[in-house]
Nanobody, 126 residues
Framework: QVQLVESGGGLVQAGGSLRVSCAAS????????MGWFRQAPGKEREFVAA????????YYADSVKGRFTISRDNAKNTVYLQMNSLKPEDTAVYYC???????????????????WGQGTQVTVSS
């Protein structure tokens, strides 16, 4: 079992940057595939980025590719999402997710993840 706690959200102007973090407790985060998802009011939760446990392969939604970077520091049991060139449409609650079972090609599918954090709000003003 793992517990996930996100932090680092906040209010930023369009074009700015934020880094959100996901600290894992319990089993070491290197045992998990990790992902970031987001949910805006009235919308479904959507995939943002994912990173595999071993090789560290990364995957991104088309809407954030080139602007966001997912990374992990296994020594700190933490996964990061660096967000640059933020747009108002990036406004959402950002959730960290983890799974012991390799996600394979379904890294974008929320139901493949077993553990979720409580979320952190990111608001981008125009």
């Amino acid at each position: 079992q793992v517990q996930l706690v996100e932090s680092g959200g906040g209010l930023v102007q369009a074009g700015g940057s934020l880094r959100v973090s996901c600290a894992a407790s319990g089993r070491t985060s290197s045992s998990y595939d990790m992902g970031w998802f987001r949910q805006a009011p009235g919308k479904e939760r959507e995939f943002v980025a994912a990173i595999r446990r071993s090789v560290g392969s990364t995957y991104y939604a088309d809407s954030v590719k080139g602007r966001f970077t997912i990374s992990r520091d296994n020594a700190k049991n933490t996964v990061y999402l660096q967000m640059n060139s933020l747009k108002p449409e990036d406004t959402a609650v950002y959730y960290c997710a983890a799974t012991l079972v390799p996600v394979g090609s379904y890294y974008y599918y929320p139901r493949r993840y077993d553990y979720w954090g409580q979320g952190t709000q990111v608001t981008v003003s125009s």
